[in-house]
């Protein structure tokens, strides 16, 4: 799929909050075989995307998309949001660019399971998706963890399982990495995967 499509399909999941992303001229390419396969990207400096992102510049106003072949190696990330653009490896699709564009624009990541693995079982209910409650979109007898996997913020998933793409009104409730951000522990309580979260417009910063 060219990039064209995978942005088509970003739109998709990216409509549920009216958000579209407009490709703005031609694809342009980047002469540097440094910058196609990126290691400890999730480090807080990394001195090579950087000066991969700073060789183009909109000005602050617009989401740049950097495509690369791989991200810390072929079982990396699929995509890195930083505040200069986003990267998304060969092997990513829209769901990804909506995934990152959505970290930009404030929400965060969400997971099924705790650091050692344990999903979380509990049954859904009001206390845990308290904006989404009652709409009809979940039934009451699916576990939090399989609600969780329906998300487009849901992050860590099985590589064979299918990646959600709902956008939520509000919080709901998982691990997630709260206030610290990705270097921290996770801990278990209302992630902000919602559209009540989005406090910003996407674009580099």
Same mark, same amino acid.
């Given at each position: 799929?060219?990039?064209?499509?995978?942005?088509?399909?970003?739109?998709?999941?990216?409509?549920?909050?009216?958000? $579209?992303?407009?490709?703005?001229?031609?694809?342009?390419?980047?002469?540097?075989?440094?910058?196609?396969?990126? $290691?400890?990207?999730?480090?807080?400096?990394?001195?090579?995307?950087?000066?991969?992102?700073?060789? $183009?510049?909109?000005?602050?106003?617009?989401?740049?998309?950097?495509?690369?072949?791989?991200?810390?190696?072929?079982?990396?990330?699929?995509?890195?949001?930083?505040?200069?653009?986003?990267?998304?490896?060969?092997?990513?699709?829209?769901?990804?660019?909506?995934?990152?564009?959505?970290?930009?624009?404030?929400?965060?990541?969400?997971?099924?399971?705790?650091?050692?693995?344990?999903?979380?079982?509990?049954?859904?209910?009001?206390?845990?998706?308290?904006?989404?409650?009652?709409?009809?979109?979940?039934?009451?007898?699916?576990?939090?963890?399989?609600?969780?996997?329906?998300?487009?913020?849901?992050?860590?998933?099985?590589?064979?399982?299918?990646?959600?793409?709902?956008?939520?009104?509000?919080?709901?409730?998982?691990?997630?990495?709260?206030?610290?951000?990705?270097? $921290?522990?996770?801990?278990?309580?209302?992630?902000?995967?919602?559209?009540?979260?989005?406090?910003?417009?996407?674009?580099?910063?």
């Amino acid at each position: 799929m060219g990039i064209s499509g995978m942005i088509a399909d970003a739109n998709k999941i990216l409509w549920q909050r009216g958000l $579209t992303l407009v490709q703005s001229g031609a694809v342009r390419y980047l002469d540097n075989d440094a910058w196609l396969n990126h $290691t400890n990207v999730l480090a807080e400096t990394n001195a090579v995307i950087d000066a991969m992102m700073d060789s $183009t510049n909109s000005m602050g106003n617009a989401v740049e998309l950097y495509f690369v072949r791989t991200l810390d190696g072929d079982n990396g990330p699929l995509g890195l949001r930083r505040p200069k653009g986003i990267a998304i490896a060969s092997e990513a699709g829209g769901r990804v660019i909506a995934h990152e564009v959505l970290h930009d624009c404030g929400l965060e990541d969400i997971y099924i399971a705790d650091d050692q693995g344990n999903p979380l079982l509990e049954q859904v209910s009001e206390q845990s998706i308290p904006a989404d409650w009652g709409g009809g979109y979940y039934n009451p007898w699916v576990l939090q963890h399989g609600l969780i996997k329906r998300l487009v913020m849901c992050s860590r998933l099985d590589p064979d399982e299918i990646a959600g793409t709902d956008l939520p009104s509000g919080n709901i409730r998982g691990w997630h990495h709260g206030a610290g951000g990705g270097g $921290t522990s996770l801990i278990l309580g209302p992630a902000k995967v919602g559209q009540s979260s989005i406090v910003k417009t996407p674009g580099s910063h």
